[in-house]
């Protein structure tokens, strides 16, 4: 077990640092006060990260961390840490590790015992949910969707029959392949568009995933698209391939072959007898 007490040692301590996803007023006082003592930061554009923080005062040494040299990169903040130097990793805008660049090096910063300290700070996704008017609670982040339209179309069927609201991050580019994707799948639910979330244009579309269809060709701005979960009884047309897709996709996460089927069960409302029949069917052939 690994138990930290973050501020009753003196190790080293990697921050995860939120910042402004739009309007730099909603820039914490701690957030500021973190930047300006750590030794270095770690974020994803130093030119971007640059402008920010000399808006700021702070003037800490900045270092490149993105995902295509995250293994590398991971491993410099790991040496860094190694000689007893206090770090942050920031974002562009918003929370590391949320559909941004940060898992490997948490990861390993933890496994090698440094301490890892989150500030609360800026998010779209729940900046979004809390006013979308959809239930907030409980809720599936899946951040971007699959470019090609079959992918897209896969990663979709695993959400179908969960009941939980749905999160999505897109671009506006895409907008319009996403939702037409959204609304092949999932049918015509409950939705919520909100995009420019803090900024002078932010703006939030309530309605159905057909209505808000129609007006995303004029949308422009980073998006984040709340869709309504299933509330319709699963166990009327639920495909069994879809069922052993969920328990599969659980499986490769982590999680034994009996609690996966717990937990569709309890997703899908299908009993776990009929889903073990299923899972072992399948084992045999």
Same mark, same amino acid.
């Given at each position: 077990m690994n138990r930290q007490k973050s501020f009753e040692n003196e190790k080293p301590t990697l921050f995860l640092v939120p910042t402004p996803i739009g309007n730099l007023s909603e820039m914490n006082p701690r957030a500021v006060d973190v930047l300006k003592h750590v030794d270095v930061i770690a974020c994803e554009d130093t030119r971007t990260s640059g402008q920010l923080l000399s808006h700021f005062g702070i003037h800490a040494r900045l270092i490149a961390y993105q995902n295509f040299n995250e293994d590398s990169s991971a491993q410099g903040i790991l040496n860094l840490l190694s000689q007893g130097k206090n770090l942050a990793l920031i974002s562009d805008a918003g929370y590391p590790l949320i559909n941004d660049p940060g898992q490997r090096v948490v990861s390993l910063a933890v496994e090698k015992g440094f301490n890892v300290v989150p500030l609360s700070g800026c998010n779209a996704m729940l900046n979004a949910l809390v006013a979308s008017g959809l239930t907030a609670q409980p809720f599936i982040f899946i951040g971007f969707l699959p470019q090609s339209s079959s992918d897209r179309r896969r990663k979709l069927k695993e959400y179908q029959f969960y009941p939980m609201t749905l999160v =999505?991050?897109?671009?506006?580019? #895409?907008?319009?392949?996403? @939702?037409? !994707?959204? *609304?092949?799948?999932?049918?015509?639910?409950?939705?919520? *568009?909100? #995009?420019? @979330? !803090?900024?002078?244009?932010?703006? =939030? @579309? #309530?309605?159905?995933?057909s209505e808000i269809l129609a007006a995303a060709d004029e949308l422009k701005g980073e998006m984040v698209v709340i869709v309504d979960g299933n509330h319709e009884d699963p166990k009327k047309d639920i495909d069994c391939g879809i069922l052993m897709d969920m328990v599969k996709k659980s499986v490769s996460e982590g999680m034994s072959t009996s609690d996966a089927i717990r937990e569709v069960s309890e997703l899908t409302g299908i009993s776990k007898n009929k889903i073990y029949k299923l899972v072992h069917d399948c084992e045999k052939c």
């Amino acid at each position: 077990m690994n138990r930290q007490k973050s501020f009753e040692n003196e190790k080293p301590t990697l921050f995860l640092v939120p910042t402004p996803i739009g309007n730099l007023s909603e820039m914490n006082p701690r957030a500021v006060d973190v930047l300006k003592h750590v030794d270095v930061i770690a974020c994803e554009d130093t030119r971007t990260s640059g402008q920010l923080l000399s808006h700021f005062g702070i003037h800490a040494r900045l270092i490149a961390y993105q995902n295509f040299n995250e293994d590398s990169s991971a491993q410099g903040i790991l040496n860094l840490l190694s000689q007893g130097k206090n770090l942050a990793l920031i974002s562009d805008a918003g929370y590391p590790l949320i559909n941004d660049p940060g898992q490997r090096v948490v990861s390993l910063a933890v496994e090698k015992g440094f301490n890892v300290v989150p500030l609360s700070g800026c998010n779209a996704m729940l900046n979004a949910l809390v006013a979308s008017g959809l239930t907030a609670q409980p809720f599936i982040f899946i951040g971007f969707l699959p470019q090609s339209s079959s992918d897209r179309r896969r990663k979709l069927k695993e959400y179908q029959f969960y009941p939980m609201t749905l999160v =999505f991050y897109e671009a506006p580019h #895409r907008i319009d392949k996403m @939702l037409k !994707t959204c *609304l092949e799948v999932l049918g015509d639910r409950k939705c919520c *568009l909100a #995009r420019e @979330l !803090t900024k002078v244009h932010e703006e =939030f @579309l #309530r309605g159905t995933i057909s209505e808000i269809l129609a007006a995303a060709d004029e949308l422009k701005g980073e998006m984040v698209v709340i869709v309504d979960g299933n509330h319709e009884d699963p166990k009327k047309d639920i495909d069994c391939g879809i069922l052993m897709d969920m328990v599969k996709k659980s499986v490769s996460e982590g999680m034994s072959t009996s609690d996966a089927i717990r937990e569709v069960s309890e997703l899908t409302g299908i009993s776990k007898n009929k889903i073990y029949k299923l899972v072992h069917d399948c084992e045999k052939c």
